[in-house]
C-alpha cells in the first residue's frame, strides 16, 4: 500500500519499542491568530500527540 501524501506532511511516528505514537501540529495556528492569547499561540507550537484511538488509522495512512 502507498504511502498517504497528505497524512505524511502532517504526522510523525516517533522512534520506539511498543509504545509507538503519533506526533501532529496543533489546530488553529495559521489564520485569525489575533484574538488569540500570546500564550495560546505559544502553547500551539508544540506537537501534540495523537489519541490512541486515531493511532491506528494514522499508522495505516503512513504504511507503518
Do not use: E
Not at 501540529?25 to 495559521?30: C, F, I, L
Request: hydrophobic share 30%; no cysteine.
Amino acid at each position: 500500500m502507498k504511502t498517504h501524501s497528505g497524512a505524511k506532511k502532517r504526522f510523525k511516528i516517533t522512534k520506539g519499542g511498543k509504545g509507538k505514537k503519533a506526533l501532529a501540529r496543533h489546530a488553529g495556528k495559521t489564520h485569525i491568530l489575533q484574538k488569540k492569547s500570546p500564550k495560546r499561540k505559544r502553547q500551539m507550537d508544540n506537537s501534540v500527540v495523537v489519541a490512541k484511538a486515531d493511532l491506528g488509522r494514522v499508522r495505516d495512512l503512513l504504511g507503518k
